[in-house]
């Protein structure tokens, strides 16, 4: 089935240290999101990609790094500048039509 | 001001109810999303519209271009509609590329 694998579901960390989550998408979309969710608030945007190579800061971009060397993949990294990185994160894709496909999420826990 | 409003934040509504969340957003849009989200955090899209009305089984999404606002209606309400509701639209973000501006959500619950 197509669709969009992030992993892990929960991830717990010390504070200090670089971590990696995955995104993983089969349905040949070329753009790809990363938001996160604080409680009370709307999702924001933190880093997006349109092509391969090639992806744009979002509205709270500061402490967070992304690539796309692959079409499928755009993996995100909440490096240590990122002051509260305590959140539910949620990545995305979207069609030629602007459908919009959601990964399950990865709950990041820093103490 | 938030771009996108939803109201209400919270609706508690007895099973079989006609249910109403409600979005107004402020900017220009290319199209507005309606989408669920269940209490393990996983999205699903319900609707994407630019015009008009659309219908998918008990589910209903409206939408107001010109008075920016969408409405989406839940007729006959069951207890596993409990979700958050989230509101989003496209519009164009400083660089040019279109982005989505959600909405905070509305929490439903649908007691039986």
């Known amino acids: 089935d197509g669709g969009i694998t992030q992993s892990p579901k929960y991830l717990f960390r010390k504070e200090g240290q670089n971590v990696t989550l995955s995104c993983e998408q089969n349905?040949?979309?070329?753009?790809m999101y990363w938001y996160r969710q604080d409680p009370g608030q709307g999702l924001r945007l933190i880093y997006y990609?349109?092509?391969?190579?090639?992806?744009q800061k979002g509205d709270i971009a500061e402490g967070y790094s992304v690539s796309r060397e692959k079409k499928e993949s755009f993996p995100l990294t909440v490096t240590s500048a990122q002051k509260n990185p305590t959140a539910f994160y949620l990545c995305?894709?979207?069609?030629?039509?602007?459908?919009?496909?959601f990964g399950p999420g990865t709950r990041l826990t820093v103490t | 001001k938030n771009e996108v409003e939803q109201s209400p934040q919270n609706l508690t509504a007895q099973e079989g109810e006609f249910i109403t969340i409600n979005c107004s957003y402020s900017?220009?849009?290319?199209?507005l999303h309606w989408l669920q989200q269940h209490p393990g955090g996983g999205i699903v899209s319900l609707f994407m519209?630019?015009?008009g009305k659309k219908k998918h089984g008990r589910l209903i999404a409206t939408i107001n271009i010109q008075e920016k606002h969408s409405s989406l209606h839940i007729t006959a309400s069951h207890p596993r509609d409990s979700a958050v509701y989230i509101c989003?639209?496209?519009?164009?973000?400083?660089?040019?590329?279109?982005?989505?501006?959600f909405g905070k959500g509305t929490k439903l619950t649908v007691n039986p």
């Open positions: 989003a639209v496209m519009g164009v973000s400083q660089g040019g590329s279109e982005k989505l501006v």
């Open positions: 519209l630019s015009s």
């Open positions: 990609s349109q092509i391969v190579n090639d992806f």
């Open positions: 995305a894709s979207s069609g030629p039509y602007y459908e919009q496909y």
């Open positions: 900017v220009g849009i290319s199209a």
């Open positions: 349905l040949n979309h070329d753009a």
